[in-house]
């Protein structure tokens, strides 16, 4: 039975990429607070976790996909590249980003650009290392994005994709089950006045295939040497592999 597709509003003639667009450009204004305060800021630990994977390979040039306002793009700068380019859909999300690598001080480095993880506007091979967070569930088609990003990848260049995921044992399950059926929704909808934006949430990770089912797709794909690391006891996975 073919599952049925997870979208943010689900409107019958809006795809699910204009959909998640218009999404990210709605609640844009009020991203970055809600999302470190429902994560309890932990998402940053896993961030600066996920970009340390990459330095063995010292990339030079970094494309992080479903940037929104650049966050995982400033946390690469540790890795002392030459260029980081933060891709996102939502032009909303990214005029916020650049509002914040001017204020860093480091739009010299990051550049934000509007574009689609299903037709990345760069050439085969251009990137030493390729970063995703919390964005690859919110692809229209899953394996197209999923290859065009190591189309654009160097041979041995490395992608590193966080993505929230289903913890399995108590308390976690238990406490993550609580939190995004209550409180991410709440507080979703009374601070960004968006309640389908923070419903979204949840019922895409539940819909979304974790662990070794992902690991399987990346593999088929092409994807080499593919491994995952849970974090924070299952809340969220790491993956890693290499072109």
């Known amino acids: 039975m073919e599952k049925k597709e997870v979208k943010p509003y689900g409107i ?13 450009n709605n609640i844009s204004a009020k991203y970055d607070f809600l999302n470190h305060f429902l994560s309890l800021g932990i998402d940053k630990l896993w961030r600066k976790k996920a970009v340390k994977m990459l330095k063995t390979i010292q990339p030079n040039r970094i494309l992080d996909i479903a940037t929104g306002t650049g966050d995982f793009a400033i946390e690469s700068l540790s890795l002392k590249p030459e260029e980081v380019v933060g891709l996102d859909i939502s032009e909303g999300m990214l005029e916020k980003g650049r509002e914040k690598m001017v204020k860093r001080k480091v739009d010299h480095i ?3 650009r509007l574009g689609d993880s299903e037709e990345i506007p760069y050439e085969d091979n251009y990137f030493d290392a390729l970063t995703v967070g ?16 190591l189309r654009v990848v160097r041979p041995g260049g490395m992608l590193i994709i966080l993505e929230f995921s289903k913890p399995k044992k108590f308390p976690v399950k238990q406490y993550f089950q609580f939190h995004s059926r209550y409180i991410i929704p709440f507080f979703g909808k009374t601070i960004s006045k968006d309640a389908s934006a923070y419903t979204y949430l949840p019922e895409s990770v539940a819909a979304f295939p974790e662990g070794k089912d992902f690991e399987d797709i990346l593999v088929q794909l092409g994807y080499k040497n593919v491994h995952s690391t849970l974090v924070s006891g299952g809340i969220a996975t790491i993956y890693a592999g290499t072109k």
């Not at 699910?16 to 667009?21: F, R, T």
């Open 12 to 24: 019958s003639n809006k795809s699910k990429k204009e959909e998640v667009a218009d999404m990210f």
């Open 110 to 112: 990051i550049s934000m």
């Open 134 to 149: 919390f964005g690859v569930r919110n692809f229209q088609n899953l394996e197209k994005g999923l290859t065009e990003m």
